[in-house]
């Protein structure tokens, strides 16, 4: 069935396929499926947990992914245990070793900042993930759940915010000019069902990975071919059509060409509606980054602002 899929997508002038999971290592058919899609054509970001690459593993996939994205909360092992079970942060760290020891074109090494590793100094984890063979190194906020999980792992806006404006702060001071000045990209909505879909393991279309709920079922591409989903699938286009303009809260921001009113998925955890707002600490964390991206654009040599590279 994968290989249907990917021809499909294809066919549809899909250019990247992101395998996922949960866990994808853990699919029998993972690494066949990742060569398949390599085979094809597609740009693959394989996004892992690592705790499977050993060193063969490494070099069967190292050539097969344009990148592999491990995931690595933290430099303090007792930290990323906390989040992903004992053990977990050696098996991580000897995957990203591995893999760029193998030649592995981009490993990527990737974190969720939660109230348990919010207060690590960004430039010890890129010193660490670095240290490792990692290429690039950043931490995106723990998205709310709505659900049980959020008490434990929900991080502390107010000192988050507070630190940012410190780092934002020492970073500026100095800093130059550019003369020649990237085009910041326009973004007027969610990703979701926008150029990306998800797949999941049964075959069921969604419209991003944050959104694979049962009410944002698309169709099955075990019942109708992956076009037909795509432009026609009446959750897809509904998403689709949502811009900031429609997020009354958004409609009016500054920021909200470089924002697009943040992750859908967020907002339908916490409130069941999928146009509503982003919760406002979030929304203030993302006014923070887009007036990074602005000084990026006009600055050079800036550092990544608290290692935080995901807009929420
Ligand atoms: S910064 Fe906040 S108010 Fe502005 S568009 Fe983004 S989420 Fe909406």
């Given at each position: ?158 000192s988050l915010v507070v630190r940012m404006g410190e780092e934002s702060d020492a970073a500026l001071h100095g800093a130059q000019p550019r003369g020649e000045r990237p085009r910041l990209a326009w973004r007027d909505r969610c990703g979701a069902a926008f150029g990306v879909v ?115």
């Amino acid at each position: 069935m994968a290989r249907e899929v990917l021809s499909q997508a294809r066919d549809l002038g899909v250019e990247e396929v992101v395998v996922t999971g949960g866990e994808p290592l853990l699919h029998p058919q993972a690494v066949d499926i990742v060569e398949e899609a390599k085979g094809m054509g597609f740009q693959v970001n394989l996004l892992t947990n690592g705790l499977g690459i050993e060193r063969g593993l490494a070099r069967r996939l190292a050539s097969a992914c344009d990148q592999i994205t491990i995931s690595l909360d933290s430099a303090d092992p007792a930290i990323h245990d906390r989040h992903r079970g004992g053990g977990s942060h050696g098996r991580a760290s000897r995957a990203i070793a591995a893999l760029s020891e193998v030649g592995c074109p981009h490993v990527v090494a990737a974190g969720v900042l939660t109230r348990h590793n919010q207060h690590e100094r960004y430039e010890n984890f890129a010193a660490h993930a670095t240290g490792l063979g990692a290429e690039r190194v950043f931490r995106a906020v723990y998205i709310l759940q709505g659900d049980s999980r959020d008490a434990a792992l929900r991080p502390d806006f107010t000192s988050l915010v507070v630190r940012m404006g410190e780092e934002s702060d020492a970073a500026l001071h100095g800093a130059q000019p550019r003369g020649e000045r990237p085009r910041l990209a326009w973004r007027d909505r969610c990703g979701a069902a926008f150029g990306v879909v998800a797949v999941g393991a049964d075959g069921v279309v969604y419209p991003c990975q944050g959104l694979m709920r049962p009410e944002f079922a698309a169709g099955s591409l075990r019942e109708e071919p992956l076009e037909r989903i795509y432009t026609q699938a009446p959750v897809l286009t509904k998403l689709r059509a949502i811009t900031v303009a429609d997020i009354p809260a958004c409609s009016h921001c500054a920021y909200r060409f470089l924002c697009g009113g943040g992750c859908r998925a967020l907002a339908y955890n916490v409130t069941r509606d999928i146009t509503a707002p982003i919760p406002e600490e979030y929304c203030v964390l993302a006014q923070l980054l887009a007036q990074w991206r602005l000084w990026e654009t006009a600055l050079s040599e800036l550092p990544v602002t608290a290692g935080l590279e995901v807009i929420p």
